[in-house]
């Protein structure tokens, strides 16, 4: 059943991102030079969207708490943000957007694959060394305290339910606020509404 | 024919594209005398097939080949990523680039991974942390996050297909890089190249990527997502601003 969902989802997934235009390094690459921020509209929507269903199907009992997997914070998050930020400007590809050109056809792609399993090995062999500085360890923390979860919260008074649906109505909102372009050098044409 | 009038469609063919007049010469179909669920069937394909051709084509934003308007593409991204987590748990993709090293690595010298009595571990101390979770992974590829990364490449592939594939330059290099480095395809190897590792080695040292950290994470509100968010747009913007001035 769950290689079944594997399959539905992930593939639901893959024909998303390629519609939106997160497989093309051109939209990847005029979004960061933020000359045309359709993408960035999409990916906030998207956010704002999964966190006011998740955090309101936990209100109502429809959606299981168990199914949350919050990741640690440590100074490494960050470091690693930027090497990724950088990598991702420069190739116009992260690794889920990555595999999914590779897989239309796109064959930069490929080599972006190679070098991802070539620097995922390098951080295979220098983990030691990462977990020898401390830079790894840190607590997987939430927002607010989400009822029934094992996770501890930033800010313990604050509901956390609440909390993700504040933040999801947030995310909403500034997709709608953001402007087509910040550079206005773009000619970004109106989506058809 | 008669039959097709006996139907009440004198004035169109069921195929709904000609008059019913020369109806035998342009429907195949109905010369190989099918039975009349199977042509009706083959109606409402061919019903939806456009409907959804329409759907599809209204919702395109024209300046960039079919993609879809922000709001629709953020509402359906955003439902695959709330599906996964009521169904199995959020999605993330960057864990499998080691998955893949770990199952090319213990294949090249068997006895990387190794079965014990708890579970699996193995001679690579990243791939044995966390109670061996990632060696489990690598000796059995057949797991949920390693098919959903499999599937998602099949899911981008159809959906590239079905909307008419990629011209041969696009193949080769992205418009926007074709505009500001010029056509070669060898630099746009190398940057691809190394932009890869860097991504891949970053995104492990940060313990996830775009997908598993800045939208799985920043949905649940996780202080780690927001954390890995400011640290890639911090690097990503002014890279892009740097090397892509030039409009595609």
Redesign the interface.
Known sequence: M??F?????????????????A?????I??M?????L??M???????????I??FG?QMLGL??VG????????V??????????????????????????????????L??????????????AT??M??ASGLLS?S?????Q?PGSKYDA?LPGVP?DV??IV??AA?VLI?FLLPPSLTG?????A??? | MARLESWGMRRFCVCGAFPANDCMSHCSFLRRGPSLPRRLTLIWIKVIWRGLRYILKIECNGSEQMTLSWKVGGLALGLVFFLAVLLVKPIGVSTQFVILDGILWDAASPGVVTQTDEGYTSTNAYLAKSGGKYAKSVANPLNYSFVFVLAMMAGAAASVFARGGLGADERRAPALWRANFGDGAGKRYLVAFLGGFIVLYGARLAGGCTSGHMMSGMMQTAISGYVFAVGAFAAAIPTALLMFKAED
């Open positions: 769950e290689i969902l594997a399959i539905v989802i992930g593939a639901a997934f893959g024909a998303v991102l390629d519609r939106i235009g497989t093309n390094p051109t939209l690459g005029k960061l030079n933020l000359a045309n359709h993408l509209k999409t990916i906030l929507l998207a956010i704002g969207t999964a966190s269903l998740m199907g959606v299981d199914h949350m997997s919050v990741k640690t914070a440590y490494g998050v960050f470091i690693g943000g930027l090497m990724l930020g950088l990598g991702w400007a420069a190739s116009g590809y992260c690794p889920g957007t990555g595999v999914c050109a590779a897989a239309s056809g796109r064959k930069d792609a080599f972006f694959i190679a070098g991802g399993l070539l620097g995922a090995a390098a951080y295979m983990y030691p990462w977990k840190g997987a923390l939430t927002l607010g989400v930033l956390g909390a993700g933040m999801g995310f997709a050098r773009s000619k970004v044409a989506p058809a509404e």
